[in-house]
C-alpha cells in the first residue's frame, strides 16, 4: 500500500491555471501507474490522466489539451498542470496508484473554477 495526499486545490477564475500535487509515502513510481480522477456533484468519477511507470503519459479524449501530467520521481511526487479552467472543471481530484488489483487513492482537493 501507499498513501496519497492531493494539494494545490482552491478557488480559480474562469480561464485561470492550477497545479494539483499527489505526494506519495513512498517511491512506488517504477511499479505504479499513477493517474488523476475527479469527481464533480452529482457525477460519476472520471479519469483524466495517468503515468505509467515508464513515464508514458495518457489522457483522457476530453482531457488532452488542458491538462498535463508530469511526476518528480525523488520527490515522490506526480503533478497535474490544469490550464484555461471552466467552470465545468468544478470537482473533487484524487490521485490514483494502481498496479493490477492494488488500487490505492487519496483524500482528494477541492477545485472550484468559479468567478
Known amino acids: 500500500q501507499v498513501q496519497l495526499v492531493e494539494s494545490g486545490g482552491g478557488l480559480v477564475q474562469p480561464g485561470g491555471s492550477l497545479r494539483l500535487s499527489c505526494s506519495a509515502s513512498?517511491?512506488?513510481?517504477?511499479?505504479?501507474?499513477m493517474g488523476w480522477y475527479r469527481q464533480a456533484p452529482g457525477k460519476e468519477r472520471e479519469w483524466i490522466a495517468s503515468?505509467?511507470?515508464?513515464?508514458?503519459?495518457e489522457y483522457a479524449d476530453s482531457m488532452k489539451g488542458r491538462f498535463t501530467i508530469s511526476r518528480d520521481i525523488a520527490k515522490t511526487t506526480v503533478f497535474l498542470q490544469m490550464s484555461s479552467l471552466k467552470s465545468e472543471d468544478t470537482a473533487v481530484y484524487y490521485c490514483?496508484?494502481?498496479?493490477?488489483?492494488?488500487?490505492?487513492w487519496g483524500q482528494g482537493t477541492q477545485v472550484a473554477v468559479s468567478s
Open positions: 490514483n496508484a494502481q498496479r493490477g488489483e492494488n488500487n490505492c
Open positions: 503515468i505509467r511507470p515508464s513515464g508514458h503519459p
Open positions: 513512498r517511491n512506488v513510481f517504477s511499479l505504479f501507474a
